[in-house]
């Protein structure tokens, strides 16, 4: 993508009935990397987040613990859903409630315009429904369950019993769209990722899709449909508009024409409502689909889905207030190949922070400014004639940087780690041979002590650049220990696609002191 375009990205809006755990915070840092690359590579990019906060769900949490369903919403998304964006550091440019007027306004245009257009109609309809999910159950979802549930069918996500319920509800005639979508999804063989996620999605809708019921009248804790107000609006139905609602849909459709489409990163167990469900919505209304739709694995403990209700979440603070947010999301988002499950394990995480971070980045980040304090005084020398070592190391920071890029426009994060990664790894072996300590014993090696550190200097303000969008606290200290003036996420500072062009340092730049990037951690409490 060329710098000046357009890059809407969006998490899903996290259904606030409880507090997050990182596999909540696993999404957000995804997309969160995603919107800083492409900021700072200078392409007009918004970040979108929320919570959705209607449906039964909702509102039985709410009438459990004491409170009514706006009361236990607002008390949720202020003590912590909202923290959680600064625990991690996310970046959004909007944070979208499903209780927010300019949500629940023209959420009732769009009903209205579909309800006009045919597109919506009166039925009965009795099924097997998950509260849990917000879902009805096809016989296919379900599993025996087991324990206090033997003998029942549960749902295969929660593990819990399902409901039956009879409705007469208002339907949305997706079937009509069974055609339209798959046509969609070949001539857009991207619009579902990764192809595991479209092979499912695919394969899914060839069996042909049923009208989906978007109404309930058993409860009023929702957006009510603008021409019958005994019914509200299935909470999926509402929940997936919040992507146009919040980017302008009904209100400011110049700002809406400049975001749309969006990329959507989404749990693989919520595909089906994104990649389905939603873009048949859009064409309905005669609007653009999204331009992607990426589902990403789970995060397992134990082997099993992250959970609350499984008691098996993990608090994100929990990590970070030991190993601090920029290992959070380093670890994540280099550990777990991104699209497929992966599992946490507190070994693995303190393994790779004392390997990767702190041995490996911290360490030389540390020890490449302390000797040029030591050497030079503190300011950056000029090189002289570039050895092959040093050619090499000018070579793999130019193809990590094409290389990175290129991975993050597949949405391959874990992939673009790994390419930045390889600076790390060849610096490291930079220094190791050319053993800048004993030259600087050698006053006849003085050009050539100057031309290592210059190169290693100069390797490590790429990393600074290209590494800010997974962890922009410790890339931050960094930038500002190499003197290079303006704010590192700033474009003006760095542009991203350009870290890889050379002497960007001007010679003769103090350089400052560094403390400590990653601290070593004694222990680890599990």
């Not at 003998?151 to 409705?167: D, R």
């Not at 996620?197 to 019921?213: H, I, M, P, T």
């Not at 999204?290 to 603070?317: C, F, R």
Request: net charge negative; glycine share 8%; aromatic share 12%.
């Amino acid at each position: 993508m060329s710098a000046g375009k357009s890059f809407y990205v969006t998490t899903p809006i996290f259904y606030v009935n409880d507090v997050p755990h990182i596999g909540h915070a696993y999404t957000e840092v995804a997309a969160d990397v995603l919107a800083r690359w492409h900021r700072q590579a200078g392409d007009r990019t918004w970040m979108l987040t929320g919570t959705d906060e209607h449906g039964e769900k909702i509102l039985r949490t709410a009438t459990a613990n004491g409170a009514t369903p706006q009361e236990w919403v607002d008390r949720l998304v202020e003590s912590a859903w909202k923290p959680l964006l600064d625990t991690i550091d996310i970046s959004n440019d909007d944070f979208i409630r499903t209780t927010d007027a300019r949500h629940e306004d023209n959420v009732k245009k769009f009903l209205q315009h579909l309800y006009d257009a045919g597109f919506i109609y009166t039925g009965e309809y009795e099924g097997s429904y998950c509260v849990g999910c917000e879902e009805y159950k096809q016989d296919s979802d379900l599993v025996d369950g087991t324990g206090e549930f033997a003998g029942e069918k549960v749902c295969a996500i929660h593990s819990k019993p399902v409901e039956n319920l009879h409705e007469k509800n208002y339907f949305f005639r997706m079937s009509d769209f069974t055609q339209p979508l798959l046509d969609m999804y070949e001539a857009n063989p991207n619009f579902v990722q990764p192809e595991s996620a479209r092979n499912e999605v695919v394969q899914f809708v060839k069996q042909g899709l049923n009208d989906l019921s978007i109404s309930r009248s058993s409860f009023d804790w929702g957006i009510k449909l603008p021409w019958d107000e005994s019914h509200v609006v299935y909470v999926w139905f509402d929940a997936l508009l919040n992507y146009i609602t919040a980017a302008g849909y009904g209100y400011d459709e110049e700002k809406l024409a400049s975001l749309w489409p969006a990329t959507h990163i989404v749990g693989k167990d919520i595909l089906r409502f994104h990649a389905v469900i939603w873009p048949a919505m859009l064409m309905a209304a005669g609007v653009e689909v999204p331009h992607q739709v990426y589902g990403h694995g789970w995060l397992l403990v134990g082997g099993e889905k992250m959970s609350k209700s499984k008691l098996t979440g993990i608090a994100p603070n929990d990590i970070t207030d030991t190993f601090g947010s920029d290992a959070f999301r380093y670890y994540f988002m280099s550990a777990i190949s991104f699209g497929q499950d992966g599992s946490f394990s507190w070994e693995d995480l303190s393994a790779r922070y004392q390997a990767e971070l702190a041995n490996g980045f911290g360490n030389l980040a540390s020890r490449t400014l302390a000797m040029v304090s030591r050497y030079f005084d503190g300011v950056v020398p000029a090189a002289g004639e570039l050895t092959p070592s040093d050619k090499a190391i000018v070579d793999v920071v130019a193809a990590s940087v094409a290389e990175a890029d290129a991975a993050i426009e597949r949405l391959a994060i874990h992939e673009a780690v790994t390419s930045i990664w390889a600076i790390v790894d060849a610096l490291n072996g930079y220094i190791t041979e050319q053993e800048p300590w004993a030259l600087a014993k050698d006053p006849a090696q003085s050009e050539r002590l100057a031309t290592v550190l210059n190169t290693a200097t100069e390797g490590l303000r790429a990393l600074a650049v290209l590494l800010s969008p997974f962890m922009p606290q410790a890339t931050q200290k960094l930038w500002d220990a190499l003197g290079v003036e303006g704010s590192l996420g700033a474009l003006t500072a760095q542009p991203i696609r350009e870290a890889g062009n050379w002497n960007q340092i001007p010679v003769g730049t103090t350089v400052g002191t560094l403390e400590a990037l990653f601290p070593r951690i004694e222990s680890v409490a599990e």
